[in-house]
């Protein structure tokens, strides 16, 4: 049974940073690609970053590029989302999710999802 927990969510002013993390049991981590992906209340879930099992291979919402970076420690089973510059509209429920198979942006092709932890940038 894999189990996703995140952390690292919190409120911040516009312009700072948080790092979130999320990490897996259960599972060999390094054969899951991991996601990244928020929920703004109304909104459906989208995507904003993923990272291939090996980190060889990274992916990112547009709004995203230049201020997220996704990194894994295959070691420690954690995957890390690197948030700077954060504006207002970054505010949302984010959650991670892991899949067994190629890097995807999709929601409904990560079979295994963490609780999510909140993150709210004020102005």
Known sequence: QVQLVESGGG???AGG???????LSGRTFNSYTMGWFRQAPGKEREFVAAISGSG???AYLDSGKGRFTVSRDNAKSTVYLQMNSLKREDTAGYYCAARDGPLQ??????KYWGQGTQV???S
């Open 11 to 13: 409120l911040v002013q």
């Open 17 to 23: 940073s948080l790092r979130l993390s999320c990490a």
């Open 56 to 58: 060889g291979t990274t």
């Open 105 to 110: 942006t999709i929601p409904l092709r990560y």
């Open 120 to 122: 709210t940038v004020s």
